[in-house]
């Protein structure tokens, strides 16, 4: 059989297998738009729809195209179905960094900013309790891509940014930028951002001194703009002996 031939076997197949799923999505996501509440229990539905086993050897194909049309929907910003179809791609290809990743990010942070600006829903408490359902949305599809992918640094530093700037908890933000620093292939700033980030966690002040001092002692390559400006601010808020502090950067 040719190539060719096998191509257009798997389009009419994959056309006539979503037909089923297309419907379930559908009403899932008319259910999902007329609740404010998003239910995170729902995130294995898309593995319980039953056409894994039928897919066969074309996931990574089939995943590929629910990806590509899951950023459709997100041009035509239907979060729901954006949603369920990013769950639909990450079953699909669990080893998908990428995929993990752009569906946070549409959570996160596009649907979250979204819902805050949504005049459909009653109020402004229901608007900032539909960002904060999103933005939890977008923290558990990193999660759950860490539990697929633990040996990758890209997704603890992309839950390491949820926290820093949606959840504000710059020690959880410490915690995963030095986990992603310990792996293969992590780039050199994720130690300097756990160092960061621990200098702006209220009662880690001693311990993001130390590990910035660490830092600066490496070398000129390490005493960036930032790295010297939070070591001044902690030579200052702990009140480092002077014979003890760096130079000004201008000496």
């Not at 257009?8 to 799923?21: D, K, N, S, W, Y």
């Amino acid at each position: 059989m040719s190539r060719l031939v096998l191509v257009a076997l798997l389009v009419l197949g994959f056309g006539a297998l979503r037909l089923p799923i297309e419907s379930s999505l559908g009403a899932e996501q008319r259910r999902l738009f007329h609740e404010p509440k998003l239910d995170l229990s729902l995130r294995e539905q898309i593995g319980q729809l039953g056409f894994l086993a039928a897919l066969s050897g074309f996931r990574s194909l089939v995943g590929d195209l629910v990806f590509i049309e899951a950023n459709t929907a997100w041009e035509q910003t239907e979060w729901g179905r954006v949603l369920l179809l990013f769950r639909e791609a990450t079953t699909l290809q669990p080893r998908s960094i990428l995929f993990w990743d752009m569906a946070a990010w549409h959570m996160a942070w596009n649907a979250s900013v979204a819902a805050l600006h949504d005049r459909t829903l009653p109020n402004d408490a229901s608007r900032r309790q539909a960002a904060r359902d999103y933005i939890a949305l977008g923290k558990d599809f990193l999660e759950r891509g860490i539990r697929n992918n633990p040996d990758r640094p890209q997704l603890y530093e992309s839950l390491a940014r949820l926290y820093r700037d949606k959840l504000h908890n710059h020690a959880a933000a410490a915690r995963l930028y030095a986990k992603a620093a310990t792996l293969p292939g992590a780039p050199e700033y994720d130690e300097r951002f756990a160092a960061y980030e621990l200098s702006d966690t209220s009662g880690k002040e001693r311990a993001a001194y130390a590990a910035l001092l660490r830092l600066y002692r490496r070398g000129p390559q390490e005493r960036l703009p930032t790295l010297l400006k939070r070591l001044k601010f902690l030579e200052d808020k702990l009140d480092i002996p002077l014979n003890e502090r760096i130079p000004d950067p201008e000496e």
